[in-house]
């Protein structure tokens, strides 16, 4: 599968959100993560349904909505209407999971499920040929910026097991740089949500997808 860089605006310069989500696109992003946080699930809060439109109107590329709240299920036309691609919802948030799947489809998106790093990936068996994406947090959910944990990376694996050749997304999602980035895809991974290794103070966009697209390069054949 074509691996895809995911920059999370999570990290990006707010004052110029426009700006830095097509910096995203002409440096060959495959898609913009969102990161919605309720200050409940997650103690943090972030962005609603207005910042996904706004992305939408700033690119034509596909917007991999990431819904880190409480009851989900009465926000999803919402952020439908605000142009989601996938909207992904935490398995942790969901006592109806296989109607809150079912649910997004309905509404035309693209239907994902996230897992926290405690919450084993057999506890998707029963719905893995409802989902298009699953997300793998390869950190606690809440923030950017934090370190990547290889422990994980098991599970990348045992979930692209499970999707048995079905060519569904998955991504991990938290501290992916070019130090971990080839370990992801070898386990399984075609999706790398990059937030603070894509945007920073200290290098452009451009420069952080490259960097990332390089250390996918880096294993020599033989
Ligand atoms: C964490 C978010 C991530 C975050 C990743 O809760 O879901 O998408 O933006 O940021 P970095 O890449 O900086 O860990
Ligand atoms: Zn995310």
Redesign the pocket.
Known sequence: MAIQIAP?I??ADFTRLGDQIREAETAGAGLI?I?VMDGRF?PNITMGSLVVAAARRSTTLPLDV?L?IVEPDHLLEAFAEAGATTISIHWETCPHLHRTLQAIKALGCKAGVAVNPHTPALLLQEIMHLVDTVIVMT?N??????SFLPEMLPKVRQIREMAQGRAIDVEV????NTENALACVEAGANVL?????VFNGTFSVAQGIDALRGALESKKPG
């Open positions: 999370s999570l990290a993560h990161d997650v990431h880190m950190v959910p809440g923030f950017g910026g934090q999602d938290g501290g992916v949500i990059a937030g603070t290794s």
